[in-house]
T-cell receptor
Framework: DARVTQTPRHKVTEMGQEVTMRCQPILGHNTVFWYRQTMMQGLELLAYFRNRAPLDDSGMPKDRFSAEMPDATLATLKIQPSEPRDSAVYFCASGLTGLAEQYFGPGTRLTVT | AQSVTQLGSHVSVSEGALVLLRCNYSSSVPPYLFWYVQYPNQGLQLLLK??????LVKGINGFEAEFKKSETSFHLTKPSAHMSDAAEYFCAVTVINKFYFGSGTKLNVKP
């Protein structure tokens, strides 16, 4: 049963600390998406990769957020320094060009105090 | 510009009643259309999708949706609601590999 995995599932940290979230896309998928979900803003696209190359990161605050794909099996989202307004659930999704749909991971719930 | 509008952030139905969740989209090119469901503390799960072909598509858990180009709509329906259908539902459009999600509709099912 192929699925997207995300670690950690929950993270509580203090303001100013670095946070790293990891995502393992479904094997063979070549597109990866990072989303942030909050009550106020709903689901926001932060970044989008195809074949490990960033195609769109216009939704990501550039000064503190960074997203990378070191290899085809790992995507990372870093926040440095973290702020309380970053508290949200961060989802990773993967897909395959031509299939159109995305498959979501269970999310990382981040709380910044 | 592409966008997705879901009418009604909260919908409440009785168990056994018809479920109708509305979605309208705007797109300059033929879109692909999706419905996703999110249960509490979980990620989004694909319910159904329309790409091409038959405009009435069936998904998991008894849900179906009809693509109506003239109305730019893709409403989600289920003939008889179950308690287990209580969740948040998202309509999404993809155009040229970019996804646009609606703001979501929370479905409450009353006993």
């Amino acid at each position: 049963d192929a699925r997207v995995t995300q670690t950690p599932r929950h993270k509580v940290t203090e303001m100013g600390q670095e946070v790293t979230m990891r995502c393992q896309p479904i094997l063979g998928h070549n597109t990866v998406f990072w989303y942030r979900q909050t009550m106020m803003q709903g689901l926001e696209l932060l970044a989008y990769f195809r074949n490990r190359a960033p195609l769109d990161d216009s939704g990501m605050p550039k000064d503190r957020f960074s997203a990378e794909m070191p290899d085809a099996t790992l995507a990372t989202l870093k926040i440095q320094p973290s702020e309380p307004r970053d508290s949200a659930v961060y989802f990773c999704a993967s897909g395959l060009t031509g299939l159109a749909e995305q498959y979501f991971g269970p999310g990382t719930r981040l709380t910044v105090t | 510009a592409q966008s997705v509008t879901q009418l009604g952030s909260h919908v409440s139905v009785s168990e056994g009643a018809l479920v109708l969740l509305r979605c309208n989209y705007s797109s300059s090119v033929p879109p692909y259309l999706f419905w996703y469901v999110q249960y509490p503390n979980q990620g989004l799960q694909l319910l159904l999708k329309y790409t091409t072909g038959a405009t009435l598509v069936k998904g998991i858990n008894g849900f179906e949706a009809e693509f109506k180009k003239s109305e730019t709509s893709f409403h989600l329906t289920k003939p008889s609601a179950h308690m287990s259908d209580a969740a948040e539902y998202f309509c999404a459009v993809t155009v040229i590999n970019k996804f646009y999600f609606g703001s979501g509709t929370k479905l409450n099912v009353k006993p």
